[in-house]
């Protein structure tokens, strides 16, 4: 700025106006410092300025698995409404791993990020509470903490509503004993899918065998193993509910191997409605997530937060929608 200013006989106070687009500058000389910052090829310092404004114009999200579309949806989300409003993005892959999900967010507030979105932590309650006290702002996707912050709000699905939907449909269908693949044991989603899957049961007078409900990684390795294994094990299931779309693609991989016809043999019913759902053949009946939405919100949320301040905590809660297709008609 000091070059800049030397160059067009101004003072640094007339160079940072122009900067930062304030008024109070003769047009001619607006442009001639313009003209001088493009021929020496000037570029404001962020450092420079984060330190004198205390902040870094930098967000950080943080998600389990970068590969699956669900996160990939919800990142979008996030960036382009933290992009419209002057943020970037530091988007951190946690890999389904605690021990990486918690060195990343250390490692974020490290950077001085002004705020911070965690989707579908893994982190068990009291380690989470611990290690994002310190942030000046904070988002949870699809999770909810017993004892939050008083800087943490959230934004979440409705996953009890999933479970009851989805096993609903199956019900409804003439099925009655139905499995669940509940996803990572750790995973504050599947409990709570798993809660209004039970209910529904119970509710149809409908008593589950325990080992009905297997954890599963939530990948179509994790989905093909579980079903392979369940399967196997409980040959009478004529329905299968999900932890998510991946899983369910691995259970048709699973029943073209033992030879069971979707849904003649074994109904399925997913979670999400990535784009692959409606790809696969048959195609899957899936319970519908906002998934850019829950990114866009949660952006909203950690905004208000960080300008506001506001006294009470955000508690979003979105809705899921039941899409029928051919793997459970």
Not at 129 to 152: D, H, K, S, Y
Not at 258 to 270: M, Q, T, W
């Amino acid at each position: 700025m000091s070059d800049v200013a030397r160059r067009a006989g101004v003072s640094l106070m007339t160079v940072s106006r122009v900067i930062n687009n304030k008024g109070d500058v003769n047009p001619e000389t607006r442009q001639r410092i313009l003209e001088i910052i493009s021929a020496l090829g000037y570029r404001p310092s962020g450092i420079a300025r984060s330190l004198a404004t205390k902040e870094t114009y930098t967000l950080g999200l943080v998600v389990p698995d970068v590969s699956n579309p669900f996160f990939a949806d919800v990142t979008q989300g996030v960036e382009h409404l933290a992009h419209s409003n002057g943020y970037h993005v530091f988007l951190c892959n946690a890999e389904e791993d605690p021990q990486r999900e918690s060195a990343l967010i250390q490692s974020l507030e490290e950077k001085r990020v002004d705020g911070l979105i965690l989707c579908s932590s893994r982190l068990e309650e009291e380690k989470l509470i611990g290690i994002i006290a310190n942030l000046p702002a904070v988002v949870l996707v699809n999770r909810r903490l017993q004892t939050a912050p008083e800087a943490c709000d959230t934004v979440n699905l409705d996953d009890e509503q999933c479970g009851r939907i989805a096993a609903h449909h199956l019900l409804q269908s003439g099925h009655q004993a139905i499995g669940f693949l509940a996803g990572p044991p750790i995973s504050y989603s599947g409990a709570g899918r798993r809660r209004g899957f039970l209910a529904a049961l119970q509710d149809a007078a409908i008593n589950p065998v325990d080992d009905w409900v297997r954890p599963c990684q939530p990948s179509v390795k994790g989905g093909y193993e579980a079903a392979y294994s369940l399967l196997t094990t409980h040959s009478h299931l004529t329905a299968l509910f999900c932890f998510n779309d991946l899983v369910a693609v691995g259970v048709l991989q699973a029943c073209e191997e033992l030879k069971r016809r979707v849904p003649e043999d074994l109904a399925i019913v997913g979670h999400d409605d990535i784009p692959l759902a409606a790809l696969v053949s048959p195609a899957l009946t899936t319970c519908r997530v906002p998934r850019y939405e829950l990114g866009a919100k949660a952006v909203n949320a950690l905004l208000k937060r960080m300008r506001d301040c506001p006294d009470e905590r955000s508690q979003i809660v979105l809705q899921p929608e039941l899409v029928i297709r051919e793997s459970a008609p």
